[in-house]
Protein backbone atom coordinates (compact mmCIF):
# COMPACT_ATOMS: atom_id res chain seq x y z
CA UNK A 1 0.00 0.00 0.00
CA UNK A 2 1.09 3.57 -0.49
CA UNK A 3 2.25 5.48 1.50
CA UNK A 4 -0.04 8.86 1.68
CA UNK A 5 1.65 12.26 1.28
CA UNK A 6 1.12 14.62 4.12
CA UNK A 7 0.70 18.49 3.73
CA UNK A 8 3.89 20.13 2.97
CA UNK A 9 5.39 22.17 5.92
CA UNK A 10 7.85 25.11 6.44
CA UNK A 11 11.29 23.64 7.46
CA UNK A 12 11.81 25.34 11.17
CA UNK A 13 14.94 27.63 10.77
CA UNK A 14 15.39 27.27 14.62
CA UNK A 15 16.09 23.34 14.65
CA UNK A 16 19.27 23.34 16.79
CA UNK A 17 20.40 19.83 15.52
CA UNK A 18 19.18 19.10 11.44
CA UNK A 19 18.64 15.62 10.75
CA UNK A 20 20.63 14.79 7.84
CA UNK A 21 19.66 11.07 6.18
CA UNK A 22 23.41 9.02 5.05
CA UNK A 23 22.49 6.14 3.28
CA UNK A 24 26.44 4.36 3.20
CA UNK A 25 27.08 0.79 4.41
CA UNK A 26 27.90 -0.15 7.85
CA UNK A 27 31.19 -0.36 6.99
CA UNK A 28 31.71 3.37 6.49
CA UNK A 29 28.49 4.54 8.95
CA UNK A 30 30.32 5.22 11.96
CA UNK A 31 32.78 7.20 10.37
CA UNK A 32 30.59 9.88 8.59
CA UNK A 33 27.97 9.52 11.33
CA UNK A 34 30.68 10.93 13.42
CA UNK A 35 31.84 13.48 11.27
CA UNK A 36 27.78 15.06 11.02
CA UNK A 37 27.46 15.09 14.87
CA UNK A 38 30.78 16.78 14.94
CA UNK A 39 29.23 19.54 12.52
CA UNK A 40 25.93 19.89 14.95
CA UNK A 41 23.77 17.35 13.22
CA UNK A 42 21.60 14.80 13.76
CA UNK A 43 22.63 11.81 11.82
CA UNK A 44 19.86 9.48 10.78
CA UNK A 45 21.06 5.81 9.06
CA UNK A 46 19.58 4.65 6.35
CA UNK A 47 21.65 2.25 4.92
CA UNK A 48 20.22 0.86 1.20
CA UNK A 49 23.28 -0.93 0.12
CA UNK A 50 25.20 -3.48 2.36
CA UNK A 51 28.73 -4.87 0.87
CA UNK A 52 30.82 -8.32 2.41
CA UNK A 53 33.96 -9.13 0.93
CA UNK A 54 33.98 -13.13 -0.67
CA UNK A 55 38.04 -13.01 -0.26
CA UNK A 56 37.89 -16.60 -1.65
CA UNK A 57 37.42 -15.47 -4.97
CA UNK A 58 40.86 -14.03 -5.02
CA UNK A 59 42.42 -16.91 -3.94
CA UNK A 60 43.34 -18.41 -7.67
CA UNK A 61 45.06 -14.74 -8.23
CA UNK A 62 47.26 -14.62 -4.60
CA UNK A 63 49.13 -17.57 -5.06
CA UNK A 64 52.98 -16.54 -5.46
CA UNK A 65 53.16 -18.15 -8.88
CA UNK A 66 50.11 -16.22 -9.96
CA UNK A 67 50.60 -12.76 -8.07
CA UNK A 68 53.74 -13.00 -9.96
CA UNK A 69 52.62 -12.73 -13.74
CA UNK A 70 50.92 -9.58 -12.00
CA UNK A 71 52.83 -5.88 -12.26
CA UNK A 72 50.19 -4.33 -10.21
CA UNK A 73 47.16 -4.38 -8.48
CA UNK A 74 44.31 -1.47 -8.45
CA UNK A 75 41.95 -0.82 -5.69
CA UNK A 76 39.03 1.26 -6.58
CA UNK A 77 37.72 0.98 -2.81
CA UNK A 78 38.28 0.75 0.60
CA UNK A 79 36.00 -2.86 0.45
CA UNK A 80 38.40 -4.30 -2.37
CA UNK A 81 41.45 -3.83 -0.24
CA UNK A 82 39.52 -5.32 3.10
CA UNK A 83 38.74 -8.13 0.85
CA UNK A 84 42.05 -8.69 -0.77
CA UNK A 85 43.66 -8.77 2.95
CA UNK A 86 41.70 -11.36 4.35
CA UNK A 87 42.95 -13.11 1.50
CA UNK A 88 45.90 -12.65 1.57
CA UNK A 89 45.94 -13.78 5.41
CA UNK A 90 44.65 -17.29 4.74
CA UNK A 91 46.86 -18.00 1.93
CA UNK A 92 51.17 -18.68 2.35
CA UNK A 93 52.94 -15.64 3.11
CA UNK A 94 54.58 -13.92 1.15
CA UNK A 95 52.82 -13.72 -1.86
CA UNK A 96 55.66 -12.36 -3.57
CA UNK A 97 59.41 -13.41 -3.72
CA UNK A 98 61.85 -10.71 -2.32
CA UNK A 99 63.13 -9.86 -5.74
CA UNK A 100 61.51 -9.06 -8.83
CA UNK A 101 60.32 -5.99 -10.70
CA UNK A 102 58.52 -3.16 -9.05
CA UNK A 103 55.09 -4.26 -7.52
CA UNK A 104 52.55 -1.68 -7.87
CA UNK A 105 49.52 -1.26 -5.17
CA UNK A 106 47.14 1.88 -6.38
CA UNK A 107 44.44 2.73 -3.80
CA UNK A 108 41.81 6.21 -3.36
CA UNK A 109 42.81 9.20 -0.66
CA UNK A 110 41.97 7.94 2.53
CA UNK A 111 41.56 4.05 1.56
CA UNK A 112 45.38 4.27 1.15
CA UNK A 113 45.61 4.40 4.84
CA UNK A 114 44.59 0.51 4.77
CA UNK A 115 48.05 0.07 2.34
CA UNK A 116 50.24 -0.05 5.69
CA UNK A 117 53.28 -2.04 6.76
CA UNK A 118 51.86 -5.04 7.41
CA UNK A 119 49.31 -4.85 4.90
CA UNK A 120 52.44 -4.48 2.48
CA UNK A 121 54.82 -7.50 4.74
CA UNK A 122 51.54 -9.84 3.48
CA UNK A 123 52.55 -9.52 0.18
CA UNK A 124 56.35 -9.47 -0.18
CA UNK A 125 59.46 -9.58 2.83
CA UNK A 126 61.01 -6.80 0.82
CA UNK A 127 59.27 -3.47 0.96
CA UNK A 128 60.82 -1.69 -1.57
CA UNK A 129 60.04 -3.77 -3.90
CA UNK A 130 56.27 -2.60 -3.60
CA UNK A 131 54.97 0.89 -4.88
CA UNK A 132 52.29 3.03 -3.52
CA UNK A 133 50.37 4.69 -5.49
CA UNK A 134 47.62 7.69 -4.54
CA UNK A 135 46.14 9.77 -7.42
CA UNK A 136 45.86 13.43 -6.39
CA UNK A 137 42.14 12.75 -7.11
CA UNK A 138 40.05 10.62 -5.37
CA UNK A 139 38.18 9.05 -8.87
CA UNK A 140 38.62 5.95 -10.14
CA UNK A 141 39.74 7.08 -13.75
CA UNK A 142 42.40 8.93 -11.51
CA UNK A 143 43.58 5.83 -10.39
CA UNK A 144 43.84 4.30 -13.80
CA UNK A 145 45.77 7.49 -15.61
CA UNK A 146 47.89 7.51 -12.19
CA UNK A 147 49.69 4.15 -12.92
CA UNK A 148 50.75 5.74 -16.15
CA UNK A 149 51.42 3.80 -19.61
CA UNK A 150 50.56 -0.37 -18.99
CA UNK A 151 52.64 -1.66 -21.95
CA UNK A 152 50.70 -4.64 -21.73
CA UNK A 153 51.30 -5.28 -18.24
CA UNK A 154 48.34 -7.65 -16.16
CA UNK A 155 46.73 -5.36 -13.42
CA UNK A 156 44.19 -7.02 -10.63
CA UNK A 157 41.57 -5.27 -10.34
CA UNK A 158 39.16 -6.30 -7.14
CA UNK A 159 35.75 -4.70 -7.87
CA UNK A 160 32.17 -4.94 -6.81
CA UNK A 161 29.74 -7.91 -7.90
CA UNK A 162 26.26 -6.07 -7.73
CA UNK A 163 23.30 -8.18 -6.66
CA UNK A 164 19.78 -6.90 -6.36
CA UNK A 165 20.70 -3.49 -8.34
CA UNK A 166 22.02 -2.80 -11.65
CA UNK A 167 26.14 -2.08 -11.72
CA UNK A 168 26.73 1.49 -12.01
CA UNK A 169 29.27 2.34 -15.24
CA UNK A 170 31.99 3.23 -12.87
CA UNK A 171 33.59 -0.29 -12.78
CA UNK A 172 33.02 -0.79 -16.76
CA UNK A 173 34.64 2.44 -17.07
CA UNK A 174 37.83 1.93 -15.05
CA UNK A 175 38.48 -1.22 -16.27
CA UNK A 176 38.34 0.55 -20.14
CA UNK A 177 40.61 3.49 -18.81
CA UNK A 178 42.86 0.72 -17.60
CA UNK A 179 42.68 -0.75 -20.92
CA UNK A 180 43.02 2.75 -22.65
CA UNK A 181 46.21 2.83 -20.52
CA UNK A 182 47.74 0.14 -21.60
CA UNK A 183 47.03 -2.34 -18.94
CA UNK A 184 45.50 -5.69 -19.37
CA UNK A 185 43.38 -5.24 -16.38
CA UNK A 186 41.75 -8.89 -14.50
CA UNK A 187 38.85 -8.27 -12.90
CA UNK A 188 37.53 -9.99 -10.19
CA UNK A 189 34.25 -9.83 -7.94
CA UNK A 190 36.53 -9.60 -4.79
CA UNK A 191 33.23 -8.29 -2.32
CA UNK A 192 29.30 -8.52 -3.12
CA UNK A 193 27.12 -4.94 -3.19
CA UNK A 194 23.65 -5.88 -2.10
CA UNK A 195 20.55 -3.41 -1.94
CA UNK A 196 18.86 -4.01 1.38
CA UNK A 197 15.09 -4.10 0.72
CA UNK A 198 12.36 -1.63 1.13
CA UNK A 199 12.65 -1.29 5.13
CA UNK A 200 15.70 0.78 4.52
CA UNK A 201 13.65 4.11 4.06
CA UNK A 202 11.29 3.32 6.81
CA UNK A 203 12.63 5.70 9.08
CA UNK A 204 12.60 8.19 6.05
CA UNK A 205 9.25 8.08 5.67
CA UNK A 206 8.24 8.04 8.76
CA UNK A 207 9.70 11.69 9.19
CA UNK A 208 6.61 12.17 6.09
CA UNK A 209 4.54 10.95 8.33
CA UNK A 210 5.00 13.09 11.41
CA UNK A 211 2.13 16.28 12.22
CA UNK A 212 4.67 18.73 13.70
CA UNK A 213 7.09 20.14 11.71
CA UNK A 214 10.29 18.19 10.32
CA UNK A 215 13.83 18.23 10.78
CA UNK A 216 15.41 17.10 7.49
CA UNK A 217 17.79 19.19 5.98
CA UNK A 218 19.94 17.10 3.95
CA UNK A 219 20.72 13.57 2.69
CA UNK A 220 24.33 12.59 1.85
CA UNK A 221 24.71 9.93 -0.73
CA UNK A 222 28.47 8.63 -1.48
CA UNK A 223 27.92 6.26 -4.00
CA UNK A 224 25.39 5.76 -7.61
CA UNK A 225 24.33 2.19 -5.79
CA UNK A 226 22.97 4.22 -2.37
CA UNK A 227 20.94 6.52 -4.65
CA UNK A 228 19.45 3.52 -6.51
CA UNK A 229 18.90 1.54 -3.49
CA UNK A 230 16.82 4.41 -2.13
CA UNK A 231 15.27 4.62 -5.21
CA UNK A 232 13.90 1.18 -5.33
CA UNK A 233 12.80 0.85 -1.79
CA UNK A 234 10.92 4.01 -2.24
CA UNK A 235 9.06 2.37 -4.90
CA UNK A 236 8.16 -0.67 -3.05
CA UNK A 237 5.92 2.16 -0.62
CA UNK A 238 4.66 3.69 -3.81
CA UNK A 239 6.65 6.61 -3.35
CA UNK A 240 9.63 8.52 -6.12
CA UNK A 241 11.82 11.21 -5.93
CA UNK A 242 8.98 13.85 -7.33
CA UNK A 243 7.38 12.90 -4.28
CA UNK A 244 10.35 13.47 -1.77
CA UNK A 245 10.98 16.86 -3.36
CA UNK A 246 7.66 18.09 -3.16
CA UNK A 247 6.90 16.57 0.53
CA UNK A 248 10.62 18.67 1.61
CA UNK A 249 11.09 21.26 -0.67
CA UNK A 250 13.86 22.71 0.92
CA UNK A 251 15.92 19.21 1.30
CA UNK A 252 19.46 19.41 0.49
CA UNK A 253 21.35 16.44 -1.82
CA UNK A 254 24.88 16.16 -0.86
CA UNK A 255 26.54 14.29 -3.35
CA UNK A 256 30.32 12.34 -2.31
CA UNK A 257 32.24 13.62 -4.99
CA UNK A 258 31.37 13.83 -8.93
CA UNK A 259 31.00 10.28 -9.67
CA UNK A 260 28.56 9.84 -7.24
CA UNK A 261 26.82 13.30 -8.06
CA UNK A 262 26.76 12.19 -11.73
CA UNK A 263 25.32 9.13 -10.78
CA UNK A 264 22.60 10.67 -9.02
CA UNK A 265 21.55 12.57 -12.27
CA UNK A 266 21.74 9.14 -14.02
CA UNK A 267 19.06 8.12 -12.30
CA UNK A 268 17.07 11.50 -11.88
CA UNK A 269 17.79 12.45 -8.58
CA UNK A 270 18.93 16.00 -8.23
CA UNK A 271 22.23 16.86 -6.49
CA UNK A 272 22.30 20.11 -4.41
CA UNK A 273 26.06 20.06 -3.21
CA UNK A 274 29.52 17.85 -4.16
CA UNK A 275 31.92 18.09 -2.64
CA UNK A 276 35.44 18.71 -4.11
CA UNK A 277 37.65 17.50 -1.76
CA UNK A 278 36.35 13.48 -1.80
CA UNK A 279 39.63 11.84 -0.24
CA UNK A 280 37.66 11.13 2.64
CA UNK A 281 34.40 11.95 3.90
CA UNK A 282 34.84 15.36 5.40
CA UNK A 283 34.81 16.95 2.38
CA UNK A 284 31.40 16.56 1.43
CA UNK A 285 30.28 17.09 5.47
CA UNK A 286 32.33 20.61 5.12
CA UNK A 287 30.91 21.45 1.50
CA UNK A 288 27.21 20.53 2.91
CA UNK A 289 28.18 22.79 6.66
CA UNK A 290 29.33 25.74 3.75
CA UNK A 291 25.98 25.15 1.62
CA UNK A 292 23.84 25.30 5.50
CA UNK A 293 26.27 28.64 6.68
CA UNK A 294 25.49 30.14 3.01
CA UNK A 295 21.88 29.77 3.19
CA UNK A 296 21.51 31.21 7.24
CA UNK A 297 20.48 27.97 9.03
Not at 43 to 57: E, G, M, V, Y
Not at 89 to 106: Q, V
Not at 253 to 274: I, K, N, Q, S
Request: with cysteine; glycine share 6%.
Amino acid sequence: MAVPIPNLTTLSTATVKPTVIFTTPPNYAARLSDLLTLKGHNPLWCPTITTSPTPQSLFLHLSPSSLSLFSAVAFPSRASITSFSLAATSLRKPLLPSHGPTFILAALGKDSELIDTPFISQICSNLQRIKIIVPPVATPSSLALSLGEGCSRKVLCPVPKVIGLNEPPVVPDFLNDLKNGGWFPVRVDAYETRWLGPDCVKEMLKKGQEEKENELYAIVFTSSGEVEGLLKSLKEFGWDWGMVRRRWPRLVVAAHGPVTAAGAERLGVDVDVVSSDFSSFQGVVDALDVHFKALGE
